[in-house]
């Protein structure tokens, strides 16, 4: 099995105020959490180490990061990905997963049909969606949930999937025999 991938918690967004503080969105179930697992990474070799943070809503902290100052600083960190190494993480509980795990799975439906790659996880608000990026052809968007990902082996790198009817098909092609008005 490949190595571990680190683990994206956060991501810097706008300048906050004059002090160097910036806005970061939390991936952490608990917000607050994004400063108790230690020193942040962006992936590139910065490492950032919270001096403050505090609630504003939702997801969305105020964050002052050791060594910056001012606005101008901040406003440089805007779009930086933080990360985590994974061992600083708990693991998972029976049925949770670090998005981490699930993108670069093969999925295949139940019948052993290869259909893409998951290439993200993403919540557009009706919850967890899977991306699978098929070769050819249109990504789709499969529902996380337990009827349509009913297996997911780590182990062998794969999820298994029972796609809703239609979902696969061609996006925007009337199907043979369909009338496209």
Do not use: C, W
Request: proline letters at 8%.
């Amino acid at each position: 099995m490949a190595e571990p991938k680190p683990i994206l918690i956060a991501e810097i967004g706008a300048a906050h105020g004059v002090r160097g503080e910036v806005r970061v969105k939390a991936h952490t179930a608990d917000p607050l959490a994004v400063a108790d697992y230690g020193p942040l990474s962006d992936g590139k070799g910065g490492v950032f180490k919270v001096k403050s943070l505090r609630h504003l809503k939702d997801d969305m902290l105020v964050v002052a990061f050791e060594g910056v100052a001012d606005r101008t600083a901040a406003e440089k960190l805007n779009r930086t990905k933080l990360f985590v190494d994974r061992s600083a993480l708990p693991p998972p509980d029976e049925d949770e997963f670090y998005h981490a795990d699930l993108i670069g799975l093969a999925v295949e439906t139940t019948a052993g049909e290869a259909i893409g790659t998951v290439a993200t996880v993403a919540d557009f608000g009706a919850g967890d969606l899977l991306e699978v990026r098929r070769p050819g052809k249109p990504s789709v968007y499969l529902p996380f949930t337990r009827a349509v990902v009913p297996t997911l082996d780590f182990a062998a790198g794969k999820a298994i999937v029972m796609p809703p009817d239609g979902l696969l098909d061609e996006a925007g092609q009337p199907e043979d025999g369909e009338d496209a008005s």
